[in-house]
């Protein structure tokens, strides 16, 4: 059940700075072996589910972020993979296409993005980073809210999170505007948390 006590937005900052600070010790401290096989391959489920031209969400990994890309190389091959883009600091979020030797742009939020010319696309399935899961599927991002409100704006798309394990937590504190994932897949897991999957 959501928080809507006005102490929410302080509970979420506060448990951002204490899992960013778990990510980066867990991460720093993961075997260099751990960490190449990590993400390497979709679960089964989700592998079946994806057609081959399906579009799917990506994003460049960073601060210790589950990278997810490696799993997605039939996509990246066949060129159907997307990134978020951010036009302004005050646009909503959009995806483009991206194809790994494409270059790359710093975004007004210091994140890399494909060029502004790439063709925009709403993929049929988003992997978004968390920096927070609980097994009810609600996620704690970094704040800004952009995948919150791509999510409400094209609910069709379906909402996989990616996290290392260390990241869940017993419950994320939630607002009116937080949008539940459809699923979770970390190192150790494929966690279905919705009926869409």
Known sequence: MPDLSGDTADRKRD????????????VDNLDAMARLAA???????LADRLARDSDVS??????????????LSIWLDRGRVAMP?????????GFRRWHADDPLEQGPWRTAQPLRGAPAV?????????????RAGRRL????????????AHPDSLRIGVAWS???VDSIPTEATDIPLDAILTEQEWLITGDRM
């Open 15 to 26: 448990l951002r700075a204490r899992l960013r600070f778990r990510r980066r010790h867990f």
């Open 39 to 45: 993400f390497r391959a979709l679960p089964e489920g």
């Open 58 to 71: 990506a994003y460049i990994a960073r601060a210790g972020e589950a990278d997810i890309l490696p799993a």
């Open 85 to 93: 883009y951010h036009a302004e600091r005050d646009a909503i979020m």
């Open 166 to 168: 260390i990241q869940e």
């Open 141 to 152: 991002g970094q704040g800004g809210g952009h995948y919150d409100r791509y999510f409400a």
């Open 122 to 134: 709403v993929p049929d399935l988003i992997f978004c980073p968390l920096l927070g899961f609980d």
